[in-house]
């Protein structure tokens, strides 16, 4: 069951921000528990909550506009890292919720 939190980000994300995208239901930050991310696909921004109420991250920038979110733990930390697939040059771009670069603009 979702916070009213949680549920109110993503309704705000999503109504306000054209073009919102739910990236999903993820552990951002390593604690065992789901986190709550949507992404900007008009600016690039991220936007991380935990279930807790912890901001994560809040309008974070990695993306734009032709960029695909594809979040995953692309380094094994367990914790999701945040991922874009740039479908124009069909380049990947990843840094951890902290971020250090793990990849960029590689094919």
Same mark, same amino acid.
């Given at each position: 069951?979702?916070?009213?939190?949680?549920?109110?980000?993503?309704?705000?994300?999503?109504?306000?921000?054209?073009?919102?995208?739910?990236?999903?239901?993820?552990? #951002?930050?390593?604690? $065992?528990?789901? /986190?709550?991310?949507? +992404? *900007? !696909? @008009?600016? =690039? &921004?991220?936007?991380?909550? %935990?279930?807790?109420?912890?901001?994560?991250?809040?309008?974070?920038?990695?993306?734009?506009?032709?960029?695909?979110?594809?979040?995953?733990? #692309?380094?094994?930390? $367990?914790?999701? /890292?945040?991922?874009? +697939? *740039? !479908? @124009?040059? =069909? &380049?990947?771009?990843?840094? %951890?919720?902290?971020?250090?670069?793990?990849?960029?603009?590689?094919?």
């Amino acid at each position: 069951m979702k916070s009213m939190w949680l549920a109110g980000l993503e309704a705000y994300l999503c109504v306000s921000i054209a073009g919102a995208r739910h990236v999903g239901i993820n552990d #951002y930050d390593g604690d $065992g528990v789901s /986190d709550q991310a949507v +992404f *900007d !696909t @008009v600016s =690039g &921004y991220w936007y991380v909550q %935990s279930i807790n109420g912890s901001g994560i991250l809040w309008k974070d920038p990695w993306g734009w506009s032709t960029a695909k979110p594809v979040a995953g733990d #692309y380094d094994g930390d $367990g914790k999701w /890292d945040q991922a874009v +697939f *740039d !479908t @124009v040059g =069909g &380049y990947w771009y990843i840094k %951890s919720p902290t971020g250090d670069t793990i990849l960029w603009a590689n094919q």
